[in-house]
T-cell receptor, first 113, second 114 residues
């Protein structure tokens, strides 16, 4: 079956530091890949997505590239802010039904001023 | 434009009881998916409703059931509650149209089973 593995956290960075959160997946076929963010007390929000190999998703300074050869979708940001402190989830779904998504366990990011 | 709304926000039950959680999808959405998020873990897919029918189901026992109404809102029912059912229950809505990949999540219902 499908599975998603994220780097374990928590991750603590200083403001303006470079961020990488690793994500690898196992899936049959050609899934779509997602990063979601969950701020305290809120639901998950879609951060970015990529639907096929070599696609790069980007939003709010975050980027992730769909690497089929390494089955990875690592999240990066060049300069984090305190407001980026949240829990980040990597997820996948098949291309016909994003409603049935498989999530990683999440990585908690804390950015200190 | 209201997003996905869930009620109640918090709930405390005892073992063996039954619970009903409610979800109203984002305006224009016709599909509702339910997830269980245990503490420190990612959401796990319970089931999905479309056109008032259960379309897909994850690896959850029959104690978990649901319903979708003509206005697309949905309920999640859990019978014979166990301590292990304590979790955040998330509802996500989407539209079964061209861009059917975009999920919108509610803030969830925190269920505590004592």
């Amino acid at each position: 079956g499908n599975s998603v593995t994220q780097m374990e956290g928590p991750v603590t960075l200083s403001e303006e530091a470079f961020l990488t959160i690793n994500c690898t997946y196992t899936a049959t076929g050609y899934p779509s890949l997602f990063w979601y963010v969950q701020y305290p007390g809120e639901g998950l929000q879609l951060l970015l997505k990529a639907t096929k190999a070599d696609d790069k998703g980007s939003n709010k300074g975050f980027e992730a590239t769909y690497r089929k050869e390494t089955t990875s979708f690592h999240l990066e940001k060049g300069s984090v802010q305190v407001s980026d402190s949240a829990v980040y989830f990597c997820a996948l779904s098949d291309n016909t039904n994003a409603g049935k998504s498989t999530f990683g366990d999440g990585t908690t990011l804390t950015v200190k001023p | 434009d209201a997003g996905v709304t869930q009620s109640p926000t918090h709930l405390i039950k005892t073992r063996g009881q039954q619970v009903t959680l409610r979800c109203s999808p984002k305006s224009g959405h016709d599909t509702v998916s339910w997830y269980q998020q245990a503490l420190g873990q990612g959401p796990q897919f319970i089931f999905q409703y479309y056109e008032e029918e259960e379309r897909q189901r994850g690896n959850f026992p029959d104690r978990f059931s649901g319903h979708q109404f003509p206005n697309y809102s949905s309920e999640l029912n859990v019978n014979a509650l166990l301590l292990g059912d304590s979790a955040l229950y998330l509802c996500a809505s989407s539209y079964q149209g061209v861009n059917n990949e975009k999920l919108f999540f509610g803030s969830g219902t925190q269920l505590s089973v004592l």
